[in-house]
């Protein structure tokens, strides 16, 4: 299976989907959710977004049904193209998909040997072996901690410098051999994941896409239409947290001139919804999803 998808029946029942709207899977992967909105839509349509040119092959084969093969940070330039704005309802499901951890020549998994690519979309100019190999010391060191939450950020900024100055660092395995001498014994497998994310999310600008996105998305909804995400780490959900709480990405309360807070989104979920135990037992790629509803004002 290309991608089993998470938090299913949750994120579909988020989404309050109406018969005839108009609706948007942000990350199509594999498919899973855009099949299951489909089944609920009637005569609506469904836009998809994905970065993947792997994507195009799920395209599911409905006049209803619209693939586009981008990046879900130009989500409202496309409506716009398509005549969809304002839509009922956008769904995300972040991060990578299985096919792409499972395929050892995209270089997104520490289980493998593969090039060290990393990228979503195989156009993009930018690798992740040009950013090991090319980054100045100081700015490797500030994704590793930001991006990866690195403690010893430094040191392991320090040794890929000095590793990539005797030999180019291309591989996979390359980069764990040189990676693992900085981990906390014990904790090798974590701090591989870690290195390997903050790499991944500088490669493919995910951050920066994601603030866009939610930004652009809620312009494009309708009022009382809802956007669902579902996020894998701590810096994606703290994003969408303060975004459906404040209406910004930074979490900030602004307040208008009579100090009332006007935020043009209110959260309905409070907590995160997460997968249930029977969920993590099938799909254990589930166990850090986090699934969180805003809804337009």
Known sequence: MYHTPVLLKESIQGLMIESGGTYVDATFGGGGHAIEIMKQIGTGKLIAFDRDPDTLNNVIRDKNFMLINADYRYIKNFLQLHDAIPCDGILADLGISSHQIDAP?????????????????????????????????????????????????????????????????????????IVQECAQRGQENKYLAQVFQAIRIEVNRELESLEIFLTKGMEVLKPGGRMVVISYHSLEDRLVKNFFRSGNTDGRQEQDFYGNIHTGIQAITRKPIIPKQEEIDRNPRARSAKLRIGEKK
């Open 105 to 177: 020549e995209r270089g997104f998994s520490t289980r493998f040997e593969g090039e060290l690519d990393m990228r979503m979309d195989n156009r993009s100019p930018i690798s992740a072996a040009d950013i090991v190999n090319n980054y100045p010391e100081h700015d490797l060191a500030v994704i590793l901690k930001n991006y990866g939450e690195i403690k010893n950020s430094k040191r392991l900024a320090s040794v890929i410098t000095h590793a990539r100055s005797v030999s180019p660092i291309q591989s996979t395995t390359a980069l764990k051999a």
